[in-house]
C-alpha cells in the first residue's frame, strides 16, 4: 500500500491523490481517496507483494511470488519486466532519481537500471532471506534487514558501513525518516531507532507482535507501526541533544526544552505550544520550530525569543552562521536575521527540497553553496543579499560526483573558501569569489567526514581511524611543497575507525564512533591566536608567539600566511626558523625588486603559479622581465630570445631543434648591440615606474 508522492513540476504541485494496492490474487488496484477504484490491473502469477510509486511519480513498480519485477505507468500500462527469477521477491526500492531500482532476490541484493543493456550490481548480503530493504532518497544509504536477525547499512557500490549484531527476532520492517538522519527497525514485539551510521539511539519492547511496516510524519518527529496483532503503535522522538560551548540543550518531552548552563550549574524549561519539530544551537542563538512557527532564542537572554509564523509549516534543516540562519521548507529555502526578519528566497530551479540534507548545502555570512541535485559534479553559489548567482560567484565544477560541500565560515567574503568531498573521499578546496585561486585543487585523500572551525579558516577531517587538521588549507596556493608541515595528524586509533565530526569549535573537535559514544579532542591553542594576530596583521605579535613556542609547524603556517599577505621580512624569518634555506635566500632577492608588480609576479613563482606570475608582469608592461622569467624556467616555446639562446647553443655547441627557432632562424637578423640597447631602454622604463 502506497500513497501517490506529492511532485513539484513547473512550480504546480501535482496532486493526483491515488492509492497504490496489491492483492495476494497477483493484481494491484489504483484507489482514488475518496475510495473509488480508478483501475485493477492483473500483474503477477501469485500474491502481488510489492507495489511502490516512484519519486518523480511517473510510474510504479510491483513484485511478487512469480520473481519478476515489472514496471508500469501511472495510468497503469506495463512498461517493461526488468527481472525474472525462481525466488519470490518480498521488497524493492526505488532510487531518488527513479532511475534505479532495488530488488532483494532470496540472500542477495541487486540495484537494477531501467535504462535497456545496462549491468545490474550484485552483491550477496545476508545469511537468510530479505524481507525489508529501504533506500535513502537523501543520503543515497540502503539499509537491509532479514531472517538472520540483522539489520545492514550499505552505499550503493554494496560495501557494507554497518552491520548489527543478531536481535532476537527476524527484521520484519524498515524506514528512513525524513532528511536521512534516522531510521527506524522493527522486529518481534521489538521497535528500534538508529542513526544514519547503524548504532542504535533507543530500543522499546511494545507488546504488539511482529511489526510489518513502519512510515514517519513529514516533520521526522513520529513514526506509526502496523503491527500483527492488529494495531498501530505511534511513537515520537524526544531526548534529542544539543551542545554549544557550555551550554546543553535536551529535547525532554514533545513540547519541552531543557537549557542546562555548565559553567553556573543554572537549568532553564521552554515549554512551547506545539510539538517541537527541529532545533539548532550555534553562534550564541538557539533556533526551534514546531509545526507553524519558528522560535529563536539568545543565550544571554531564554525568556523573551523571536516568534514568526512559517511560510509552509515544515521545516526539514536548519543552518546557521554567525549573521543568520537557513530554514528548507517543503518547497523553498528561507533565509532569516536572528531577529525574525526575512533576508532571502534563492530560487534554485529543478531542486527537489525533500531531497536535500546537510550534505548537500552549505551557509556563509555572505554566500549559500548548494549541491547540484541533476548533475552532482556541479556546485552552485548564490549571493545571500540578492538571492542570486553573482558573476563572481560561477558554479564550481569537478570530474566526479560530489558528497559533502562545507563553507568556511571565518574572515573576509574575499577569503571564503569551499571544501568538498567527492566519491573517491579525495578533499579539494577552491576559492568562492574572484579568480586570482578559483582553481579546484586537491588538499587530502580518503576523508570520511569534514567540518570548518567555526571561529578562523582551520579545516578538520576524518580519515578512518585518524584526524587531520588542515591548519592553513591556503598553504595549497601558497607553497605546497610545506602544505604537509602545516597539518597535524593525530591518531585516534584506540577509538576504532570509521569516526565521523560532529562539531569543530575553538580548539575543541567532537567525533562520533561508529557504536555512537561521542569522543572529544583538544588541540593547542597556539594556532587559533596565530590566525587571529595575521587576521588583524599583528606581525609582531605572531612572530614573538612562535619565537616563544619554537614549534615546526607553527613557524610553517606564519611562513605561508605572511607570503600571502606579502610580509616578506615575517616570512624571510619563519622560512629560516624551518630551514628552507632556498626560499629564504629567494626572499631576499624578491625584497632587492624596487617594482612592486616585480615582487608580486616572483611571490606567484614561488607558490608555482607561473601563468598567474606571467599575466601580473604583462598587465603591468613588464616585458623583458616577463622573457627573462621564461628564460629562467628555460621556457623557449613561450618568450625565447633568440639571441640568447644562440649564444647557449654555441657555448654548448649544440644544434637548433626546436621548429619554431628553425623558422624564424633566417627571418629574425640576431644583432646584439640591438638587443642590449632594448634591455637597456626597458631597465629605463623600470626606473620611471619606479620614481
Given at each position: 500500500m502506497h500513497w501517490f508522492p506529492k511532485v513539484q513540476s513547473s512550480g504546480r504541485k501535482q496532486s493526483y491523490e491515488l492509492l497504490l494496492i496489491t492483492s495476494a490474487d497477483g493484481k494491484f488496484h489504483l484507489i482514488h481517496k475518496n475510495g473509488r477504484l480508478e483501475k485493477s490491473v492483473e500483474a503477477h502469477k501469485g500474491a502481488a507483494l510489492v507495489g511502490q510509486w516512484s519519486y518523480d511519480g511517473a510510474g510504479l513498480l510491483t513484485a511478487g511470488e512469480d520473481g519478476q519485477v515489472k514496471i508500469w505507468s501511472r495510468s497503469g500500462m506495463l512498461r517493461s519486466t526488468i527481472l525474472q527469477g525462481d525466488v519470490p521477491i518480498y521488497t524493492a526500492a526505488w532510487s531518488s532519481d527513479s532511475n534505479q531500482v532495488l530488488i532483494a532476490q532470496g540472500r542477495t541484493l541487486v540495484i537494477k537500471p531501467l535504462a535497456a543493456n545496462s549491468k545490474p550490481t550484485r552483491w550477496r548480503a545476508h545469511d537468510g532471506l530479505i524481507l525489508k530493504t529501504a533506500w535513502n532518497k537523501s543520503n543515497n544509504l540502503i539499509i537491509s534487514g532479514g531472517e538472520d536477525c540483522k539489520y545492514k547499512v550499505w552505499d550503493t557500490f554494496g560495501r557494507q558501513l554497518y552491520c548489527s549484531s543478531p536481535v532476537d527476532y527476524p527484521i520484519t520492517s524498515l524506514s528512513w525518516?525524513?532528511?536521512?538522519?534516522?531510521?527506524?527497525?522493527?522486529?518481534?514485539?521489538?521497535?528500534?531507532?538508529?542513526?544514519?551510521?547503524?548504532?542504535?539511539?533507543?530500543?522499546?519492547?511494545?507488546?504488539?507482535?511482529?511489526?510489518?511496516?513502519?512510515?514517519?510524519?513529514?516533520?521526522?518527529?513520529?513514526?506509526?507501526?502496523?503491527?500483527?496483532?492488529?494495531?498501530?503503535?505511534?511513537?515520537?522522538?524526544?531526548?534529542?541533544?544539543?551542545?554549544?560551548?557550555?551550554?546543553?540543550?535536551?529535547?525532554?518531552?514533545?513540547?519541552?526544552?531543557?537549557?542546562?548552563d555548565v559553567l553556573n550549574d543554572t537549568i532553564e524549561k521552554l515549554d512551547f505550544p506545539e510539538r517541537v519539530a527541529r532545533m539548532e544551537l550555534e553562534y550564541n542563538h538557539l533556533v526551534v520550530t514546531t509545526m507553524s512557527k519558528c522560535h529563536v532564542f539568545s543565550t544571554s537572554n531564554w525568556n523573551t525569543p523571536i516568534i514568526f509564523d512559517l511560510k509552509e509549516g515544515s521545516v526539514s534543516l536548519i543552518l546557521l552562521t554567525s549573521r543568520h540562519f537557513l530554514l528548507v521548507e517543503r518547497s523553498s529555502i528561507n533565509i532569516y536575521s536572528y531577529d525574525g526578519r526575512l533576508l532571502n528566497s534563492p530560487k534554485i530551479p529543478g531542486m527537489n527540497f525533500d531531497m536535500l540534507d546537510s550534505s548537500q548545502i552549505s551557509l556563509s555570512p555572505e554566500t549559500l553553496a548548494v549541491l547540484c541535485q541533476t548533475d552532482d559534479k556541479v556546485i552552485n553559489l548564490f549571493d545571500i543579499s540578492s538571492g542570486r548567482q553573482a558573476t563572481n560567484l560561477s558554479p564550481v565544477h569537478h570530474t566526479l560526483g560530489i558528497t559533502k560541500i562545507c563553507l568556511s565560515q571565518a574572515q573576509t567574503a574575499q577569503e571564503r573558501q569551499l571544501a568538498f568531498v567527492d566519491r573517491n573521499r579525495d578533499v579539494y578546496i577552491c576559492y568562492v569569489q574572484g579568480t586570482d585561486y578559483r582553481k579546484v585543487s586537491k588538499l587530502g585523500v580518503m576523508v570520511q567526514s569534514l567540518s570548518w572551525n567555526?571561529?578562523?579558516?582551520?579545516?578538520?577531517?576524518?580519515?578512518?581511524?585518524?584526524?587531520?587538521?588542515?591548519?592553513?588549507?591556503?598553504?595549497?596556493?601558497?607553497?605546497?611543497?610545506?602544505?604537509?608541515?602545516?597539518?597535524?595528524?593525530?591518531?585516534?586509533?584506540?577509538?576504532?575507525?570509521?569516526?565521523?565530526?560532529?562539531?569543530?569549535?575553538?580548539?575543541?573537535?567532537?567525533?562520533?564512533?561508529?557504536?555512537?559514544?561521542?569522543?572529544?579532542?583538544?588541540?593547542?591553542?597556539?594556532?587559533?591566536?596565530?590566525?587571529e594576530f595575521v587576521s588583524f596583521k599583528k606581525w609582531e605579535g605572531a612572530l614573538r608567539l612562535c619565537r616563544f613556542v619554537n614549534d615546526e609547524?607553527?613557524?610553517?603556517?606564519?611562513?605561508?600566511?605572511?607570503?600571502?599577505?606579502?610580509?616578506?621580512?615575517?616570512a624571510e624569518e619563519a622560512y629560516a626558523a624551518?630551514?628552507?634555506?632556498?626560499?629564504?635566500?629567494?626572499?631576499?632577492?624578491?625584497?632587492?625588486?624596487?617594482?612592486?608588480?616585480?615582487?608580486?609576479?616572483?611571490?606567484?613563482?614561488?607558490?608555482?603559479?607561473?601563468?598567474?606570475?606571467?599575466?601580473?608582469?604583462?598587465?603591468?608592461?613588464?616585458?623583458?622581465?616577463?622573457?627573462?622569467?621564461?628564460?629562467?624556467?628555460?621556457?623557449?616555446?613561450?618568450?625565447?630570445?633568440?639571441?640568447?639562446?644562440?649564444?647557449?647553443?654555441?657555448?654548448?655547441?649544440?644544434?637548433?631543434?626546436?621548429?619554431?627557432?628553425?623558422?624564424?632562424?633566417?627571418?629574425?637578423?640576431?644583432?646584439?648591440?640591438?638587443?642590449?640597447?632594448?634591455?637597456?631602454?626597458?631597465?629605463?622604463?623600470?626606473?620611471?615606474?619606479?620614481?
Amino acid at each position: 500500500m502506497h500513497w501517490f508522492p506529492k511532485v513539484q513540476s513547473s512550480g504546480r504541485k501535482q496532486s493526483y491523490e491515488l492509492l497504490l494496492i496489491t492483492s495476494a490474487d497477483g493484481k494491484f488496484h489504483l484507489i482514488h481517496k475518496n475510495g473509488r477504484l480508478e483501475k485493477s490491473v492483473e500483474a503477477h502469477k501469485g500474491a502481488a507483494l510489492v507495489g511502490q510509486w516512484s519519486y518523480d511519480g511517473a510510474g510504479l513498480l510491483t513484485a511478487g511470488e512469480d520473481g519478476q519485477v515489472k514496471i508500469w505507468s501511472r495510468s497503469g500500462m506495463l512498461r517493461s519486466t526488468i527481472l525474472q527469477g525462481d525466488v519470490p521477491i518480498y521488497t524493492a526500492a526505488w532510487s531518488s532519481d527513479s532511475n534505479q531500482v532495488l530488488i532483494a532476490q532470496g540472500r542477495t541484493l541487486v540495484i537494477k537500471p531501467l535504462a535497456a543493456n545496462s549491468k545490474p550490481t550484485r552483491w550477496r548480503a545476508h545469511d537468510g532471506l530479505i524481507l525489508k530493504t529501504a533506500w535513502n532518497k537523501s543520503n543515497n544509504l540502503i539499509i537491509s534487514g532479514g531472517e538472520d536477525c540483522k539489520y545492514k547499512v550499505w552505499d550503493t557500490f554494496g560495501r557494507q558501513l554497518y552491520c548489527s549484531s543478531p536481535v532476537d527476532y527476524p527484521i520484519t520492517s524498515l524506514s528512513w525518516a525524513p532528511g536521512g538522519e534516522l531510521f527506524a527497525v522493527g522486529s518481534y514485539n521489538t521497535l528500534k531507532l538508529c542513526d544514519k551510521i547503524g548504532w542504535s539511539h533507543s530500543l522499546d519492547k511494545p507488546s504488539s507482535g511482529s511489526i510489518y511496516a513502519l512510515a514517519w510524519s513529514l516533520d521526522g518527529t513520529q513514526v506509526a507501526g502496523a503491527c500483527s496483532n492488529g494495531n498501530i503503535i505511534m511513537a515520537h522522538i524526544i531526548e534529542r541533544r544539543l551542545e554549544w560551548k557550555n551550554f546543553e540543550i535536551i529535547l525532554t518531552s514533545r513540547k519541552t526544552i531543557t537549557v542546562k548552563d555548565v559553567l553556573n550549574d543554572t537549568i532553564e524549561k521552554l515549554d512551547f505550544p506545539e510539538r517541537v519539530a527541529r532545533m539548532e544551537l550555534e553562534y550564541n542563538h538557539l533556533v526551534v520550530t514546531t509545526m507553524s512557527k519558528c522560535h529563536v532564542f539568545s543565550t544571554s537572554n531564554w525568556n523573551t525569543p523571536i516568534i514568526f509564523d512559517l511560510k509552509e509549516g515544515s521545516v526539514s534543516l536548519i543552518l546557521l552562521t554567525s549573521r543568520h540562519f537557513l530554514l528548507v521548507e517543503r518547497s523553498s529555502i528561507n533565509i532569516y536575521s536572528y531577529d525574525g526578519r526575512l533576508l532571502n528566497s534563492p530560487k534554485i530551479p529543478g531542486m527537489n527540497f525533500d531531497m536535500l540534507d546537510s550534505s548537500q548545502i552549505s551557509l556563509s555570512p555572505e554566500t549559500l553553496a548548494v549541491l547540484c541535485q541533476t548533475d552532482d559534479k556541479v556546485i552552485n553559489l548564490f549571493d545571500i543579499s540578492s538571492g542570486r548567482q553573482a558573476t563572481n560567484l560561477s558554479p564550481v565544477h569537478h570530474t566526479l560526483g560530489i558528497t559533502k560541500i562545507c563553507l568556511s565560515q571565518a574572515q573576509t567574503a574575499q577569503e571564503r573558501q569551499l571544501a568538498f568531498v567527492d566519491r573517491n573521499r579525495d578533499v579539494y578546496i577552491c576559492y568562492v569569489q574572484g579568480t586570482d585561486y578559483r582553481k579546484v585543487s586537491k588538499l587530502g585523500v580518503m576523508v570520511q567526514s569534514l567540518s570548518w572551525n567555526t571561529e578562523v579558516n582551520i579545516l578538520a577531517g576524518a580519515q578512518d581511524s585518524m584526524l587531520t587538521v588542515w591548519l592553513f588549507p591556503t598553504a595549497l596556493y601558497i607553497d605546497k611543497s610545506i602544505l604537509r608541515r602545516t597539518t597535524l595528524f593525530k591518531d585516534l586509533s584506540e577509538s576504532g575507525r570509521s569516526l565521523s565530526l560532529v562539531s569543530y569549535g575553538g580548539n575543541q573537535i567532537s567525533l562520533r564512533r561508529v557504536d555512537g559514544a561521542m569522543i572529544n579532542s583538544s588541540l593547542p591553542p597556539y594556532y587559533t591566536i596565530l590566525h587571529e594576530f595575521v587576521s588583524f596583521k599583528k606581525w609582531e605579535g605572531a612572530l614573538r608567539l612562535c619565537r616563544f613556542v619554537n614549534d615546526e609547524t607553527l613557524w610553517a603556517c606564519l611562513a605561508c600566511m605572511a607570503c600571502y599577505s606579502k610580509e616578506l621580512f615575517t616570512a624571510e624569518e619563519a622560512y629560516a626558523a624551518i630551514n628552507e634555506l632556498d626560499k629564504v635566500s629567494y626572499l631576499q632577492y624578491i625584497k632587492s625588486l624596487s617594482l612592486p608588480a616585480a615582487q608580486n609576479a616572483h611571490l606567484a613563482l614561488l607558490a608555482g603559479n607561473f601563468k598567474e606570475a606571467e599575466n601580473i608582469l604583462l598587465l603591468n608592461g613588464l616585458i623583458f622581465r616577463a622573457i627573462l622569467v621564461h628564460m629562467e624556467l628555460h621556457n623557449w616555446n613561450r618568450y625565447g630570445k633568440l639571441s640568447p639562446l644562440k649564444c647557449y647553443l654555441d657555448t654548448f655547441e649544440k644544434a637548433e631543434t626546436n621548429e619554431k627557432f628553425l623558422q624564424f632562424k633566417n627571418e629574425v637578423e640576431i644583432n646584439p648591440e640591438n638587443i642590449e640597447s632594448k634591455i637597456e631602454l626597458e631597465l629605463e622604463k623600470e626606473k620611471q615606474k619606479k620614481l
